[in-house]
């Protein structure tokens, strides 16, 4: 992953950890995903992209004391505030690596998550598809996104949706693009998501937020 989104995360990590934690009902949207892995105690569990460690407390309580955590993100002051988050617990099982998600640094997990970070990658497909080998059959891989809502209104929802997509894009702030940055996002959600129900004998979908999230559960076959 580049630099520069290394940098804009870098910069942005305090905001982006209070919008990770407050925004309203994004809780509860953490808590489906977590939920959706099946995780059960002794498991282990690799966050792909894990910021600031919003989604750690509800890994960490699915694989309780006796299981593994394990929090993968490419930029280190958002890993920072995760490990703040971990000591101030004193987690012992829950372990922060710095690497990028597309080639993880580990070899074996039950369950992997995935939160908001598809959208980053070049190839989103092929990084499902090696994720799905990473926890074999029978494990479980979850996919949590942002992507422009195809509801009946989304004609009326989307400009702010396309509008918070332009300020929240690496490596500046400008409001205006020569591509669709929304439209880029969406289109790489959904090959994620082609790409883990091709590999799943089992999926669970579910959308929220006026359909702009969007959460996908497959077990792999």
């Known amino acids: 992953m580049s630099g520069a989104v290394q940098g804009f995360y870098g910069r942005w990590a305090r905001l982006y950890d209070l919008i990770a934690r407050y925004t309203p009902g994004i809780r509860r949207l953490r808590e489906r995903a977590a939920a959706g892995l099946e995780l059960e105690a002794g498991d282990t569990v690799v966050e792909m992209g894990t910021g600031t460690g919003a989604n750690l407390p509800f890994l960490r309580e699915a694989v309780g004391p006796t299981g593994t955590v394990v929090g993968v993100d490419v930029t280190r002051p958002v890993l920072d505030r995760a490990r703040r988050l971990g000591n101030r617990q004193g987690w012992r099982n829950v372990h922060l690596l710095q690497g990028d998600a597309t080639s993880p640094p580990v070899d074996a997990a039950d369950a992997v998550l995935g939160t908001f970070v598809v959208g980053m990658f070049d190839d989103p497909a092929g990084t499902v598809h090696d994720w799905c080998d990473l926890v074999g059959a029978g494990g479980n891989v979850v996919l ?23 300020l929240s894009t690496p490596p500046t702030l400008q409001v205006r693009y020569d591509r669709d940055l929304a439209a880029d996002l969406d289109r790489k959600v959904r090959s994620a998501r082609d790409a883990l129900r091709e590999r799943s004998s089992a999926v669970a979908h579910e959308e929220s937020f006026l359909g702009f999230a969007r959460l996908t559960g497959g077990r792999i076959a």
């Not at 996104?145 to 009946?152: E, F, G, I, V």
Request: glycine content about 4%.
């Open 144 to 166: 949590l996104d942002a992507t422009l809502s195809d509801r009946s209104y989304g004609p009326v929802v989307n400009p702010f949706f396309r509008a918070f997509v332009a």
